[in-house]
């Protein structure tokens, strides 16, 4: 049975930064593309970052270009896939999903396993 965990969220004031983490079980992230995925309140998911082979492949959307980045634990046991936030915005408060993608699938275009959410409150 694969799980996957996420952790990290919280409130931050404009121009923190935070750390998610996502932690799998019953998969190895190595096999799947991994990302992370953001939904406002009434409003589907959107693919903020994602990656597959060890970060060699990766997508940003526009918004969270050069301040999120999204990487892998060199722990390579711990099985886990980061999402590094800094300078955040009130636009960025959402709910943030790890998902597990099929490797061949098109980066951010959805998931295969998801993880239970953790929110991010951005306070101006």
């Known amino acids: 049975q694969v799980q996957m965990v996420e952790s990290g969220g919280g409130p931050v004031q404009a121009g923190g930064s935070l750390r998610l983490s996502c932690t799998a079980s019953?998969?190895?992230?190595?096999?799947?593309?991994m990302g992370w995925f953001r939904q406002y309140p009434g409003q589907g998911r959107e693919g903020v970052a994602c990656?597959?082979?060890?970060?060699?492949?990766?997508?940003?959307a526009d918004s969270v270009k050069g301040r999120f980045t999204i990487s892998r634990a060199r722990d390579v046991a711990t099985n886990t896939v980061y999402l590094e936030m800094n300078n955040l915005e009130p636009d960025d408060t959402a709910m943030y999903y790890c998902?597990?993608?099929?490797?061949?699938?098109?980066?951010?275009?959805?998931?295969?396993?998801w993880g239970q959410g953790t929110q991010v409150t951005v306070s101006s």
């Open positions: 998902a597990a993608d099929l490797p061949f699938n098109v980066l951010c275009s959805g998931g295969l396993y």
């Open positions: 019953g998969m190895t992230i190595d096999d799947f593309s």
């Open positions: 990656m597959r082979m060890n970060g060699r492949f990766t997508h940003y």
